[in-house]
């Protein structure tokens, strides 16, 4: 997920946009890059704590093929 937003963001141009549309979302210009900031800080333990809140009720789905 970083290598793809990191990659979209390289020149001016993507950096650009992505600045352009957290200001049209009523955001702060800068709070695109502190969400990546935050997602690099996501530990194993907190994807752990939240997969039953995420994915309660669903069934799962087994998939055989031949």
Same mark, same amino acid.
């Given at each position: 997920?970083?290598?793809?937003? !990191?990659?979209?963001?390289?020149?001016? *141009?993507?950096?650009?946009?992505?600045?352009?549309?957290? %200001? $049209? /979302? #009523?955001?702060?210009?800068?709070?695109?890059?502190?969400?990546? !900031?935050?997602?690099?800080?996501?530990? *194993?333990?907190?994807?752990?704590?939240?997969?039953?809140? %995420? $994915? /309660? #009720?669903?069934?799962?789905?087994?998939?055989?093929?031949?």
């Amino acid at each position: 997920m970083l290598g793809r937003r !990191g990659m979209r963001r390289l020149d001016r *141009v993507g950096r650009a946009y992505y600045m352009s549309m957290e %200001v $049209f /979302a #009523g955001r702060s210009a800068d709070s695109d890059e502190k969400y990546g !900031g935050a997602l690099k800080q996501v530990t *194993v333990d907190d994807v752990k704590r939240l997969v039953p809140v %995420v $994915f /309660a #009720g669903d069934e799962p789905l087994v998939v055989i093929a031949e």
